[in-house]
């Protein structure tokens, strides 16, 4: 079986579930045309948007956010007031986990980034020194990585926050993760229109039948502080 987590936000509104579908169960989906030069400039707006990296505070301190509706607090951990999650022997994926990883707050039996910006050089030595794979880049490459690299991934759990407005094509990421992940777990802001850096307007609808289930949407605060 496969199970998958859902937590999906609509406005201001924020999904969540547990499901299991039968790993047979047959998926398709219809690849979105899209001008790969529209990724591009997007992908450079975000890396741009990012900067030097030196101040996440405020999308860090929404990843503890994230994770309450992603279902994380099962793994929650305090240590001295420093707040982060526990998944044990498990190994955890991150596609689109960007230069501050909620994986950088974790522990994990194997820890591994998916992103396609060119952070300054600190930010994968930061990963390196962490124990944390950091992989440059798109999830909707990842069965060519796997080929090119000879390597199998395969991971207990998968995470997606905040990342299927910015990716070339959501499906296909979400596809990829469920192949790879026993258990996926996602937070997305829903209903928001298309940006700058954001290329699509996602819908719970599309959501729901990517992922082969049915998500929950709830009214949250997009800026805690």
Not at 68 to 75: F, K, P
Not at 86 to 93: H, N
Not at 184 to 195: K, N, P, Q, V
Not at 202 to 207: A, C, G, I, P, T
Request: with cysteine; glycine share 6%.
């Amino acid at each position: 079986n496969v199970n998958l987590y859902i937590g999906i936000k609509k406005r201001n509104k924020s999904i969540n579930i547990i499901l299991n579908i039968s790993s047979k169960r047959k998926y398709h989906y219809q690849k979105k045309q899209m001008n790969k030069t529209e990724w591009q400039i997007a992908n450079e707006w975000e890396r741009d948007w990012w900067g030097d990296c030196s101040n996440t505070f405020n999308e860090e301190q929404k990843q503890y956010i994230y994770a309450h509706y992603m279902g994380l607090d099962e793994y929650k951990t305090n240590w001295y007031g420093r707040i982060g999650w526990d998944f044990g022997s498990k190994s955890v994926i991150d596609f689109g986990g960007g230069p501050c990883s909620m994986l950088l707050k974790s522990k994990a039996k194997n820890r591994t980034v998916f992103d396609p910006c060119i952070f300054p050089e600190w930010v994968q030595q930061r990963y390196e020194q962490s124990g944390i794979n950091f992989v440059n880049t798109k999830a909707e490459t990842l069965p060519e990585w796997s080929i090119r690299w000879t390597i199998s991934i395969k991971s207990d759990e998968c995470l997606l926050y905040n990342v299927l407005q910015h990716v070339e094509n959501p499906e296909l990421v979400i596809t990829n993760a469920r192949k790879i992940a026993k258990i996926i777990r996602i937070f997305e802001w829903i209903d928001t229109g298309i940006s700058e850096g954001h290329l699509h307007n996602l819908k719970e609808d599309n959501l729901n039948e990517w992922l082969g289930g049915i998500g929950k949407v709830e009214d949250i605060n997009q800026y805690p502080v």
